[in-house]
């Protein structure tokens, strides 16, 4: 047996010192391109925190999921392989827009916060609950035009399904300008928050004028009001392009809380830091029942249209049906 002697023992240590550098620095880049928060964000953020649908988390918390790669329901991400590997590793607090620390693994309740200077979080929405269970929802919108401004904000907008009465996450497809550091628009699927970790699909970029198609469906048969396992689909239907999370996990919940459409900002300090077409319509929206039928009718399609953040830049929500409009 070979003795073990003190620059053995030292260079093995510097190894593994770099191994594990090497293995944190992985995990950094993970969240490598989301935004970073800006100079509007609640005091209480810290710096190098990022910008995310559910509120700002430290970049180690944040993991894409890739193509052909599957987010199992204790957070371990299964590749198209078989071959597992550990999921986001989160020993930090997050914050919602309000710049409150989360400690429970939930998403934010929709809400909007401002700071001094900005607006933070959930604007308008259109919502409707259920007694029972959705098995998913459809969606339509076109691109938006650029802000006029670019004051480091993010918009996002997107339809989803959450839980009303055990808040985890939200399934969302989503349409983000500068989601990703890069005043673009950008598509990307997300689920929140097992073990305090944010997934998200591989982004795809798109252009204004674009026609998206956003898509939550459970892989349950009809009536199961407890789905274990969801598809979200982010298309871009100009482009021929998507951004999917498959079989990505419930955590557990039964979704009866339906959104048609949402606008969620980080950072808008000025009117100009919205979209310059001042509104934006989700059409064709198709909300499904917990037998996986198309509901049609009227009376269980009554979207309640919502305004978290008052200001002087023309918010208003409406809502048909089968459209929901946002203007700003």
């Not at 925190?49 to 890739?66: A, N």
């Not at 599957?70 to 914050?95: F, I, T, W």
């Not at 919502?127 to 098995?135: F, G, H, M």
């Not at 996450?169 to 989601?179: F, Y």
Request: charge should be negative.
């Amino acid at each position: 047996m070979a003795i073990l002697t003190k620059a053995w023992i030292r260079q093995f240590l510097r190894g593994v010192a770099l191994l594990a550098a090497l293995g944190a620095s992985a995990s950094q880049t993970e969240a490598a391109g989301l935004t970073a928060a800006s100079a509007h964000r609640p005091a209480s953020v810290p710096a190098n925190y990022v910008v995310t649908p559910f509120g700002y988390f430290h970049p180690s918390c944040v993991q894409e999921i890739k193509p052909g790669e599957k987010l199992l329901a204790d957070g371990r991400v299964q590749a198209e392989n078989g071959g597992v590997r550990p999921g986001a590793s989160c020993r930090h607090p997050r914050y919602n827009a309000r710049g409150e620390a989360v400690t429970a693994d939930s998403a934010p309740r929709p809400g909007a916060a401002s700071t001094q200077d900005a607006v933070n979080g959930w604007v308008e929405d259109t919502d409707l609950v259920t007694s029972s269970a959705y098995s998913g929802i459809n969606a339509s919108w076109a691109v938006p035009a650029a802000p006029a401004s670019n004051d480091g904000q993010v918009v996002y907008f997107f339809p989803g399904l959450q839980d009303s009465n055990n808040v985890q996450s939200i399934l969302q497809p989503v349409l983000g300008w500068n989601a990703f550091g890069d005043s673009a628009w950008t598509i990307a699927s997300w689920n929140c928050c097992r073990d305090g970790a944010v997934n998200y699909s591989t982004p795809q970029t798109v252009n204004s004028g674009d026609q998206i198609v956003g898509t939550v469906q459970n892989n349950c048969a009809a009536g199961a009001a407890t789905c274990s396992t969801w598809n979200i689909n982010t298309k871009d239907v100009t482009l021929n392009v998507s951004s999917a999370l498959n079989r990505t996990s419930n955590y557990g919940q039964t979704f009866n809380w339906a959104f048609g459409g949402v606008l969620e900002v980080y950072g808008v300090a000025s009117c100009g830091d919205y979209p310059q077409d001042g509104a934006i319509s989700f059409s064709n929206i198709q909300l499904f029942d917990v037998n996986k039928k198309q509901i049609t009718q009227p009376a269980s399609l009554a979207w309640s249209p919502n305004v978290m953040q008052q200001s002087s830049c023309n918010l208003n929500s409406s809502a048909t049906p089968s459209v929901s409009t946002l203007s700003y």
